[in-house]
C-alpha cells in the first residue's frame, strides 16, 4: 500500500545537527534538498506530527503533497481564484440565458404597445429567461390567430441576449373615407396670423377677428355663387389668441442644502429602468452616479448620495413675481396644442397680502385654431363632382 509522502521546509545553519534529531526521531527521509539556509524533506505524511511536535525550535512549512493531499493543498492555496472562477462561470451562463432588452420594430406606438402586453403575459420580458425556438413560434401563432384584424406578420429574431420582434400590421383600407365632405372651423375665439391651406376654399384673410365655431375654410367650392366641386379641407389656421392666469406664490419657500455628509449604494439598470441595491439612509439628499460596469443594455452604477438639509427662505416682492410669471406660463401651456406658441405677456394685477403674492397675467398666444368638421350634403346634382 503507498503511503502519502509530503515535501516541508525548515530554516536550519546546521545541516548535520537538524538532521541528526530528525534520524533520531526515526523519521522516514526518502529524499532531501538544500537551498542557501533551507532544508527541504521528503518524508510520510504521518511523520509530520512528529517533527512539528518535537522540532518546535523550527518552523516547518508543507510545500508539497501527492495524491488527494496535493489537491487538496493546491485548492487551499487558490480557493479565491477558484471560487472566482466558479461565479464568472455561474454568472456567464446565467447571462447568457437571460433577457437584457426586447426591441419591438414597428413605426406605429399601438402596435408596438399590444405587442408588449401580449409578450408580458407570456412571461417574455427584460430579466426573464429566454424561450426555445419552439416556444416562441408558438407565441407567435397564438398572438396572430389572436389579431387578425390588426397583425398580417410576426417574427422572433434572438440576438444573443436581445430578442427583435419584427410585426407588419395588416392595412384594411376604410372606402368611407373617401367621399367625405369637410369644413375647417374655429375652435377659439382669435385674430387670423396665418393661413396654410391644402385643400378647400378659404373664407378668411390675415387680421381678420373670427369667433369660436366660425367656418375658416370651406370643402364646398362655389363659383359664381354655385357649388361646383366637393372636398374635405385641409391645412393649419393661426391666430392670436389670449389667456389670463391667476396665481398666488407663498412669499416664504422651503430649500434643500448640502450638509457634507454622504452615503454610497449601488444601482443597477437594465433597459432604462433603474432600481437601487440598498435602501438610502438620509431622509433628503442628492445623487451623483458614476457608472462601473457596462454590458449590452446593462449597467452598474456607484451612487454618491450626499445629504441635504431643508431651510426655510423668504422671497423679495421681484422674485416672487418672477416666479409668478413662470408658474402661470406653465400653467398656461398646460392647454395649449405642440404647434402652439406664447409670444407675449403682462402682468395685470399684483398684490401682497400676509405671506403669499397674487397676480393675474395676461398671456398672448399664436394658436393653431382650426379643425376638421364633417358636413352633409347632397351631390347628385348634375356637374357636380
Keep these: 500500500m503507498n503511503k502519502k509522502t509530503i515535501w516541508v521546509k525548515a530554516k536550519c545553519s546546521n545541516y548535520y545537527h537538524f538532521l541528526s534529531k530528525v534520524q533520531y526521531l526515526n523519521v522516514n527521509i526518502l529524499e532531501i534538498k538544500y537551498e542557501d539556509n533551507y532544508i527541504y524533506l521528503k518524508t510520510l505524511a504521518e511523520d509530520i506530527s512528529k517533527l512539528q511536535k518535537y522540532l518546535v525550535s523550527y518552523k516547518f512549512e508543507i510545500i508539497k503533497t501527492n495524491g488527494l493531499s496535493n489537491c487538496l493543498n493546491k485548492v487551499r492555496k487558490n480557493y479565491i481564484f477558484l471560487v472566482s472562477l466558479l461565479i464568472g462561470i455561474v454568472l456567464f451562463y446565467f447571462l447568457s440565458h437571460l433577457v437584457i432588452k426586447i426591441n419591438i420594430v414597428h413605426e406605429n406606438a399601438e402596435i408596438r404597445s399590444l405587442i408588449k402586453e401580449e409578450l408580458d403575459s407570456y412571461g417574455i420580458k427584460v430579466l426573464s429567461f429566454k424561450k426555445s425556438y419552439k416556444e416562441l413560434n408558438s407565441v407567435r401563432e397564438e398572438i396572430l390567430d389572436k389579431y387578425p384584424d390588426k397583425l398580417d406578420w410576426m417574427e422572433f429574431v434572438v440576438d444573443g441576449m436581445i430578442i427583435n420582434v419584427r410585426v407588419e400590421e395588416r392595412i384594411i383600407t376604410d372606402t368611407s373615407k373617401d367621399d367625405k365632405v369637410c369644413n375647417l372651423i374655429a375652435t377659439k375665439s382669435g385674430v387670423i396670423n396665418d393661413i396654410l391651406v391644402n385643400e378647400g376654399e378659404v373664407l378668411v384673410n390675415i387680421n381678420d377677428y373670427v369667433r369660436e365655431g366660425d367656418t375658416l375654410v370651406s370643402g364646398i367650392i362655389k363659383y359664381n355663387e354655385e357649388d361646383k366641386r366637393y372636398t374635405c379641407a385641409s391645412g393649419k389656421i393661426y391666430a392670436t389668441t389670449w389667456y389670463t392666469a391667476d396665481v398666488s406664490i407663498p412669499l416664504e419657500y422651503k430649500n434643500y442644502v448640502q450638509t457634507g455628509k454622504k452615503k454610497y449604494n449601488l444601482i443597477w439598470e437594465v433597459d432604462g429602468n433603474k432600481k437601487r441595491i440598498l435602501r438610502s439612509r438620509f431622509s433628503n439628499y442628492d445623487s451623483k452616479l458614476k457608472n462601473i460596469f457596462h454590458i449590452f443594455d446593462f449597467n452598474l452604477y456607484l451612487e454618491t448620495e450626499l445629504e ?5 427662505q423668504t422671497y423679495t416682492e421681484d422674485e416672487a413675481l418672477e416666479v ?6 406653465s400653467n398656461t401651456q398646460l392647454s395649449l ?3 402652439d406658441e406664447i409670444i407675449d405677456k403682462k402682468v395685470l394685477k399684483k398684490s401682497v397680502n400676509n405671506s403669499t403674492m397674487d397676480i393675474e397675467v395676461f398671456i398672448i398666444v399664436k394658436q393653431l385654431i382650426s379643425t376638421e368638421d364633417i358636413i352633409d ?8 363632382d
Excluded: Q, R, W
Design 377 to 384: 350634403v347632397e351631390k347628385n346634382k348634375e356637374g357636380i
Design 337 to 339: 396644442g405642440e404647434f
Design 324 to 329: 409668478g410669471i413662470s408658474k402661470a406660463i
Design 308 to 312: 441635504t438639509e431643508e431651510i426655510v
